[in-house]
Nanobody
Framework: VQLQASGGGLVQAGDSLRLSCAAS????????MAWFRQAPGKDREFVAA????????NYADSVKGRFTISRDAPKNTVYLQMNSLKPEDTAVYYC???????????????WGQGTLVTVSS
């Protein structure tokens, strides 16, 4: 199983970025997909999750209304559209896969390598 995250970069506050995570080696349609992030010196935290069909989503309060998670089944890819970025969004962002619709990292069995997002003020 491989989860390949991409799309990170250096942006200014207020800008937008779209992260992508391409999955291979698993049956994409039966996995909940999620994004987590880890800022320097902090624990990894939940950002957003999307259910098998894409109809169910869940967001951390800190990103609700600014971030949108989506998935493209034919491409085996999950996205995170991030708008109105803030310096506190600076972190390494990880995509992950689970058989449960969860917001805790220990429920996720497969993880990508992470992509760095840096938001300058």
């Amino acid at each position: 199983v491989q989860l390949q995250a991409s799309g990170g970069g250096l942006v200014q506050a207020g800008d937008s970025l779209r992260l992508s995570c391409a999955a291979s080696g698993l049956t994409f349609s039966i996995y909940v997909m999620a994004w987590f992030r880890q800022a320097p010196g902090k624990d990894r935290e939940f950002v957003a999750a999307i259910g098998y069909s894409g109809r169910s989503t869940n967001y951390a309060d800190s990103v609700k209304g600014r971030f949108t998670i989506s998935r493209d089944a034919p491409k085996n890819t999950v996205y995170l559209q991030m708008n109105s970025l803030k310096p506190e969004d600076t972190a390494v962002y990880y995509c992950a896969a689970s058989r449960k619709f969860a917001a805790v990292s220990y429920e996720y069995v497969y993880w990508g390598q992470g992509t760095l997002v840096t938001v300058s003020s």
